[in-house]
Every structure is written in C-alpha cells, then in structure tokens.
C-alpha cells in the first residue's frame, strides 16, 4: 500500500514538474525582446543575429525548439546564460544556496511563532480570554496582509539605519573573508561555518540574517497561525477530544498531548506551499538587502532578456515546490496511515 502510494505521488510530481517545463519554456520565448540581441549585443549586424539565432535555435519552429529544450535537460543541460556567458546550472548552483539559507531561517522563524501562536489562539478562544485569540487573529492578518518589500524597507530603517542594531545589508562582514576564511562545503554561509567551527563567521551570518528573515517570516508566521489554529479546534470539536476532556485533561493539554499530531498534516503541507512562496517573495528581499541569491541572478536575467537563465530560474522554483511537496506526503503518510487511502 505505502509502495503503490509513494508511485502515485512520484508519478503526479513528474506531470507536474512536466507542465512546469513547458510553461516556462513558452513564458521565457514570450518575454518581451529578442534573445539573440542579448547574446550578441545592441549593434549585431543582421548577419551575426542570424548567426546567433541559428546557434540558439531560434530559428527553428517552436514545437522543434521544446524537444530540444526537453532533451538538453534530460542530459541536465539548462542551457547557457546569455548574460553571464556560464552555464545556467553553475550559476544556479552559486546563487541558490544564499536564497535557501534565507528562507530556512525565515520558515525556522514562523514555525517556531506560528505553531504555539495558533495553539495559544486556540487553547484561548471565546470567555474571559478571548482577547488572546482576538489578537493573535489580528497580527496574523496584518502579517499576512503587509507587502514584503514594505515590511523589508521597514525594518531596514528602524532597525539598521536608525537603530544600528543590525548591519543594512550583505550577507556577513566581508573582512572576515581575510581574517576568518570560510572552508566551503555546502555553499550554505551559516551551515558551512557551523560545520568547520568557524563562530566569528556564524556570529556574522546570524547578525545579518535577523532583519531579512524577519521580514521573509512575516507572511507564513500568519497563515500557520491561521492554520494550526482551525485545524487544533477542528480537532478539539471531535468525540475523542470530549472524551478526553471527560477524563480530567485541560484544554492545553488536549490540544497539545492529543490533536497536535493529528492536526499537524494540513499545517505540514501549508509550511510546503509557503516555502516556495517564501523562496519566491525573498526576490525583493534580497535585493533590499543585497543578499546574493537568486534575487538579484533573476532581475538580471529577466532585464537582458536572458531566456534560458529564466527557464532555469522557474524549473528551480518548481521543483523545490514539488520535492518540498511530496516529503511533506511521505511526513503526512507516516503521521496520518489514512493518507494512504486518498
């Protein structure tokens, strides 16, 4: 049964991640401007852009260019940035880590609030202690209503400007590239440093990650809020939880010891929708910051009408949603057997 449910989902992801492909192949040809401009420059002669259409296959009927797109990425050839001039995989494999180190720790963040702020929302609703739930209710929504690059702009003022608190933007103190080099393993900052002992480097990092993930963590601190909340007290309305209130447990603790597991599956898949949404909205972010990930590879790209960098960028987002997507099924199969049967 687990077998032929894991092929399932195995066999929905590849669909998924298939459409994924042909649409960001279709979007990426119809952005505004010619790709063979980008690659060869403003004052081409006619010659060279015919040239450099042939050599990109623009000059071949569409539905021929999307079977070559789809063999290039079978070999795992993203194809070439126009920009750069380097592989797209290799500069997706330098700007990538910086994004996911980013929005881990934005995600750490609202996990670590969103979950007790929902069970407190929850052990408090309606009587004299309402105004707990009230209030969590509310900051969800300011949380999830506030736009991201505000709330960014925002904290970078207060806290950084000034306050000083905080440094304004970068990803550690680049002195500490010659005082405390980092040994890289990962190309994740942080994990990199944690790893090697290197605490002068983990001190920077953490330092300058507070405000962008603060910011990044605003939204999905709200919806798992919202979330962990709806699902505890749909939980907390079924007979087991009046049986077990019956038997003298608090409300805490039938929230807790009881309906917390049962409740955490659709807060598990929520957490996966929001990552990639995170992973998307760290765009802005990070260029507020000037944070190297994806943020500032896709602005470039999408300015210089860099297509293939641009189809990369997409199947990226795409496919970090589909693997979160289907770990999180595999969680909710082991923490739910009736998974299984839907």
Known sequence: MLARHLVRRLAQA???????????????????????????????????LAAARERLGLDQPLPVQLIRYLGDLVRGDLGTSLHTRQPVASDLGSALPASLELVGAAMLLAVLLGVPLGIL?????GGRAGGVDVSVRVGSV???????FLL??????????RLGWFPTAGEYDRALDSTSP?????????VDALITGNWAMVGSVLHHLVLPALALAAY?????????????LEEAAQDHARMERAL?????????????RAASAPVLQLVALVFAYALVNSFLVESIFNWPGLGSYT???????????IAGVTLTVALVYVVLNLAVDLAQTALDPRVRLT
């Open 182 to 190: 980092l040994s890289v393993w990962t190309d994740i900052t942080v």
């Open 220 to 232: 999905p601190t709200g919806v798992i809020a919202q979330m962990t909340r709806a699902a505890l």
């Open 142 to 148: 300011l949380a999830v209503s506030a736009p991201v």
């Open 299 to 309: 602005a470039t790209a999408i300015s210089s009408v860099d297509t293939p960098a």
């Open 152 to 161: 960014a702009l925002v904290l970078q003022l207060v806290f950084a400007t």
């Open 14 to 48: 590849a669909v998924v991640v298939l459409g994924v492909v042909v649409v960001s192949f279709l979007v990426a040809r119809a952005v505004p401007g010619d790709a063979a401009v980008s690659a060869t420059g403003a004052r081409a002669s006619a010659s060279e």
């Open 248 to 260: 003298g447990f608090g409300r805490l603790a039938v929230l807790v010891r009881f309906s917390l």
């Open 121 to 125: 929302a929850a052990r408090y609703r």
